[in-house]
């Protein structure tokens, strides 16, 4: 119940091309949906995030989309560029806690190609 | 911007002895937590820490764990007696109240353990 399943493990896409990255939830408790970008040897930095009473956000070519009733939710990275390339993990916040801790999905490593 | 600083960013050390990994957190937040990742997995809840004292910790978070903000600026993890799988990134994030949104994390520090 407090995973966070992601999706695909790993990425190539072609510069101008879309990249999509999946994740999906158990635990209904979740209540904040953030996606860092991590790039090798530095810490989880925060892209985007969304709550679930929104199903779309979208942030210059960045966009989650979110499905409550699946739970599932989704990055979408239009145009994307090799300065992309990274490692992306959706995550999920256990407000149930009362501590807001994040639980992270496994991570998509994706390789942007020129 | 303000941001979380670690120190150090490197820590080689030999099995079974005590590692002392220091952050300051960002100047007015008030939780405070540390994450691990280990090398190519996903980033993992360790323990939260508000008004001085753990609010929640992980499996991980053993008794050879523990954490001290020994002053207003440090948060401190040790790490008593180490273990081969000990060996990981440790990641301090840091987020104003319990409220708000977004953890901030710093650059990690890369413990070794030989």
């Known amino acids: 119940q407090q995973q966070v399943k992601q999706s695909p493990q790993s990425l190539i896409v072609q510069k101008g091309g879309i990249s999509i990255i999946n994740c999906a939830y158990e635990n209904t408790a979740f209540d904040y949906f953030p996606w860092y970008q991590q790039f090798p040897g530095k810490g989880p930095a925060l892209l985007i995030a969304i709550r679930p009473d929104v199903s779309e956000k979208k942030e210059g070519r960045f966009t989650i989309s979110f499905n409550k009733s699946a739970k599932q939710f989704s990055l979408h990275i239009m145009d994307s560029q090799p300065g992309d390339s990274a490692t992306y993990f959706c995550a999920a916040r256990d407000y149930g806690g009362a501590t807001n801790k994040l639980i992270f999905g496994t991570g998509t490593l994706l390789a942007v190609q020129p | 911007e303000p941001e979380v600083t670690q120190t150090p960013s490197h820590q080689v050390t030999q099995m079974g002895q005590e590692v002392i990994l220091r952050c300051v957190p960002i100047s007015n937040h008030l939780y405070f937590y540390w994450y691990r990742q280990i090398l190519g997995q996903k980033v993992e809840f360790l323990v939260s820490?508000?008004?001085?004292?753990?609010?929640?910790k992980s499996e991980i978070f053993d008794d050879q764990f523990s954490v001290e903000r020994p002053d207003g600026s440090n948060f401190t993890l040790k790490i008593r007696s180490t273990k081969l799988e000990d060996s990981a990134m440790y990641f301090c994030a840091s987020t104003g109240t319990v409220y708000t949104d977004t953890q901030y994390f710093g650059p990690g520090t890369r413990l070794t353990v030989l």
């Open positions: 820490f508000y008004n001085n004292e753990i609010s929640e």
